[in-house]
């Protein structure tokens, strides 16, 4: 299929000298700002370096930027509903909990604590809805439920974007920016969530890996709610950590150390790494037990796996719980085609299409962080390896979007953009994501709302976006008609 274009938002005509200058400008103001992460490569707690980004702001179509923004309501409103669908739930995941270890831990979990009555009935969400352009039209990637990052690097890069645009000589460009300001929001939920437990000395927790690379980010959202509400105090604990620390005081409330914590909120405990033995699932479950608000809790979770996702695509699934038919039927225009891998007439249908036009598909598991998702001939040797095996359920199938291309420069840490006396201008796809915060129990929603926005770009050569993982670019859209 041909592949359409966008023009980039502007035409640089410079000298590689000059070029040179402004990525150096450009790297100087990123690294002062806090566009920044620890190295993987060559980790040290004690230095960070620019996290990719691009060196200039991507057109998007401003309509479906619009429709995204306008939209996310109602995600937060269906996902917090599908969440507290018990027979939802575990009617989605049945099969999926016999194939993928890991999903089942989480799972059992999630059985204990439903069937022993939530200490605490009150949710906290922080979702991102990811989107690509598809044949003029957006199709939702995912939607993350736990650990949606770069909310607080967002921010910075529109006005990273702003200050490079002037620094250009187009002042007149800087109105197709869009104000993005997704850590103030996000930093609003959590302190709400916070208020809502009720306790001034309670503190709130953040969950995080044993090391951190992504520190910059994390921060951000710590340091928005110290200057939202200094009276809070955020603590940082590793689920390891959390095995010697943690324990559930008379009243299930969540106890740290010596101090009672009124959110969890988890940027770790997605992947299998954060479990390294039976003792980090042991605290997970005495989390849920607890009193305190989780970000997210255990059933909001798993509302974010694939696998709940594509339940979710099916016909009427909808209908459970949205009530107007406008609102399901503008949600059923972003879904992409998802398709189960059941031992059905439906899972061998689709195993067969797959098997002849692996481009039409992208493989996607139970997983979450980036850099999972299995593409093109691989599709084929990974589905005849598992076609008869229980794995296959585990996994969805996904229609493969194709996004436009458009002209830009990725700026990285590592390479000097003239090695072989040629600047990075490259081929990049861009991928839209939205922020939205959700927080209410299973009869009522009490804060709901739409904060702000990322966009993440990558080389169109590329099949990840994921930035932490290595692949993409962090960016901000510049609106287009």
């Not at 040179?20 to 960070?48: C, P, T, Y």
């Not at 009276?231 to 150390?257: C, F, N, Q, Y």
Request: glycine share 6%; proline share 4%.
């Amino acid at each position: 299929m041909e592949i359409p274009h966008l023009q980039p938002c502007i035409q640089m005509q410079v000298s590689n000298e000059e070029l040179q200058n402004i990525i150096d400008k450009a790297k100087d103001w990123a690294l002062l700002h806090g566009v920044s992460m620890r190295s993987k490569e060559s980790f040290n707690k004690n230095q960070v370096q620019i996290l990719p980004f691009t060196l200039l702001p991507s057109s998007f179509p401003r309509k479906n930027f619009e429709k995204a923004k306008n939209i996310q309501v109602l995600l937060n409103e269906l996902i917090h509903k599908a969440a507290h669908d018990n027979d939802f739930i575990t009617k989605s995941l049945k099969s999926t909990i016999h194939a993928d270890p890991f999903t089942a831990k989480l799972f059992e979990i999630y059985e204990t604590v439903y069937k022993e009555g939530y200490s605490q009935t009150l949710s906290l969400g922080l979702l991102r809805s990811d989107y690509m352009l598809h044949e003029n039209h957006i199709k939702q990637v995912e939607l993350n439920t736990i650990a949606s990052s770069f909310g607080g690097i967002a921010t910075i890069i529109s006005q990273y974007h702003m200050y490079i645009l002037r620094q250009l000589g187009h002042v007149n460009k800087l109105e197709n920016i869009p104000e993005n300001n997704p850590i103030t929001g996000l930093g609003k939920g959590l302190t709400h969530a916070w208020k809502l437990y009720n306790n001034k000395e309670a503190v709130i927790l953040f969950v995080v890996e044993n090391i951190t690379y992504n520190i910059c980010d994390q921060r951000f959202h710590e340091f928005e709610i110290q200057k939202l509400n200094p009276d809070i105090m955020v603590i940082r604990k590793s689920l390891t950590d959390l095995v010697s620390d943690a324990k559930l005081g008379p009243d299930k409330e969540l106890i740290v150390g010596n101090q009672v914590v009124s959110v969890v909120y988890f940027r770790s405990g997605y992947e299998v790494e954060a479990y390294p033995t039976e003792r980090e699932w042991s605290v997970r479950l005495l989390i849920e037990r607890s009193r305190a608000i989780k970000c997210p809790s255990i059933h909001y979770h798993l509302a974010g796996t694939k696998k709940v996702q594509q339940s979710l695509a099916y016909p009427k699934a909808l209908n459970m719980f949205l009530k107007e038919d406008d609102a399901i039927k503008r949600i059923q225009e972003v879904f992409a085609g998802l398709y189960s891998l059941e031992f059905n007439d439906e899972g061998e249908a689709i195993i067969e299409k797959a098997m002849l036009e692996p481009k039409r598909y992208v493989l996607k598991p139970q997983r979450e962080g980036g850099g999972n998702n299995i593409y093109n001939d691989d599709i084929k040797q990974h589905l005849e390896s598992m076609k008869s095996s229980e794995e296959r359920t585990a996994w969805i199938l996904m229609d493969r979007l194709y996004p436009p291309v458009q002209k830009n420069y990725i700026v990285r840490a590592q390479n000097e953009p003239f090695e072989n006396h040629s600047p990075y201008f490259s081929d990049t796809v861009s991928e839209l994501g939205v922020y939205g915060v959700v927080i209410g129990d299973q009869q009522n929603i009490i804060y709901n709302e739409e904060v702000g926005h990322i966009l993440r770009s990558k080389l169109s050569s590329e099949n990840e976006v994921g930035i932490a993982a290595g692949f993409g670019a962090i960016d901000s859209p510049y609106l287009i008609s």
